[in-house]
């Protein structure tokens, strides 16, 4: 199996980038290292002079970024989210060093679409973009001024997906086939509602229920089979409210 083929399946998603620099400096990054799939939340400026610029010569990656008016809509169709952070976050997921993270990546990636995330310049993911991640990465880099630039943090995540390509082991083939994200939202709408009308969650005063429940399931991975018969447990929980 030519392995470089599972970095088809990696996506990039830059969430709200300011400089339209950074987006043709993040899509150089990524052609370096052999990955294509370049998704945008809600850029400022894009399409834009400099973001050609700053590509030199990665234009076939810029042109076919896809704009995306929401997080869910980048997201939609992949099973597993990597959101890179430099620091560590309350009530967060499990954290890995990039070179941990990639391996882990790559091997959902040899059955399904994955993405790794990055947030703004100026101040990273917000806590809802967290919540749409089942880990996350963070550069080890000098505690006294771990600031990275965008495209940077992006180069240096490509290359440990590159680098982790030869060790990876092969999935068995019966690996069940995980939950999408858009189906793993929709679970999410259908438990908050379920909970709200059993009286369990008080929505005036919800004490971040649903951030816990989120990281709670983000921790199992569920798989497509598993969030079948929770949505069905959902169902039958109000038919008999």
Do not use: W
């Amino acid at each position: 199996m030519n392995k470089t083929i599972l970095l088809d399946n990696v996506r990039i998603v830059l969430s709200h980038t300011s400089h339209p620099g950074n987006i043709g400096a993040a899509a150089r990054a990524m052609k370096t290292m052999g990955l294509s799939d370049l998704r945008l939340v809600n850029p400022r400026r894009f399409p834009d002079p400099a973001a050609h610029a700053m590509s030199s010569g990665a234009l076939d990656v810029l042109d076919n970024a896809r704009i995306c008016a929401s997080l869910d809509e980048a997201l939609g169709g992949c099973v597993f989210t990597v959101g890179c952070t430099a620091r560590r976050r309350d009530l967060s997921h499990a954290m890995l060093s990039a070179r941990d993270a990639a391996p882990v990546l790559l091997q959902h990636a040899a059955r399904q679409p994955v993405a790794l995330l990055f947030g703004t310049e100026m101040s990273g993911l917000t806590n809802a973009e967290l919540d749409r991640c089942q880990m996350l990465a963070h550069i080890p880099s000098n505690p006294d001024y771990s600031s990275l630039n965008l495209a940077s943090a992006v180069q240096v995540l490509a290359y440990e997906l590159r680098c982790a390509l030869p060790a990876l082991a092969e999935l068995p083939a019966d690996t069940p086939e995980l939950a999408r994200h858009e189906d793993v939202e929709l679970f999410y709408r259908e438990l908050e509602r379920t909970l709200i009308a059993t009286g369990f969650l008080n929505p005036a005063a919800p004490r971040r229920l649903m951030t816990r429940l989120r990281r709670l399931y983000a921790r199992t991975l569920l798989e497509k089979e598993e969030l079948n018969f929770l949505m069905g447990i959902l169902k039958a929980m109000r038919k008999v409210d």
